[in-house]
């Protein structure tokens, strides 16, 4: 028998085996790295500053723990929890916010890669008024690698080249303690 990507895998030994990769700051590890979907387990532990649009549909099914996606829709920020046991499909060109405060969590994801030419972005917003204040978009060969790079590059930035560009609010960098706190009193928030 010729099963290209192995025998069955128990998926929790698996998680075990891995779980130190599944850290900050992306906390993904792909299960199956030369499939033809993108197939990743999620840990927890990891909050975030940052938004996504993917090009693409992205399937949450929320194995362990709870978590919640912070959306930036229609001018406003919405809330979508996970809850243990929950699937999710996400559409395509939903920004959002993947939030893991479970250390425990663990969230299988699935995403199709991107066709040539079809980008992803990530998006710093402004708490307080939903402004976006430094975004990157390329195209997206691995989670894993890519992501971290554009983090780094926002996170080197100057504060100066972090205040936002409508009210003129700090963008804290990757502090998510002090973004969730401003977002707790943003005007453009709907939780």
Not at 106 to 128: N, T, V, Y
């Amino acid at each position: 028998m010729d099963a290209k990507y192995g025998l069955p895998k128990n998926l929790m030994q698996w998680v075990d085996n891995h779980r130190d990769r599944l850290k900050p700051p992306v906390c993904n590890a792909a299960i199956f790295p030369d499939g033809n979907y993108i197939i990743n387990m999620v840990g927890g532990g990891n909050q975030r500053t940052d938004f996504h649009d993917n090009p693409t549909e992205e399937i949450f099914y929320q194995l362990r723990g709870e978590a919640f996606l912070v959306v930036w829709d229609r001018g406003r920020f919405e809330r979508i929890d996970l809850k243990e046991g929950d699937i999710f499909l996400q559409p395509p060109h939903l920004i959002h916010s993947p939030q893991r405060p479970d250390p425990n969590g663990l969230c299988l994801l699935i995403e199709l890669p991107r066709p040539q030419g079809k980008q992803d972005s990530l998006q710093w917003h402004c708490a307080h008024c939903g402004a976006e204040v430094w975004k990157a978009t390329q195209q997206l060969e691995s989670l894993v690698d890519d992501l971290p790079k554009v983090y780094d590059r926002f996170y080197a930035l100057k504060d100066e080249e972090r205040v936002c560009p409508d009210c003129g609010t700090q963008h804290p960098g990757k502090d998510y303690r002090i973004w969730h706190e401003q977002l707790s009193r943003s005007s453009v928030r709907d939780f």
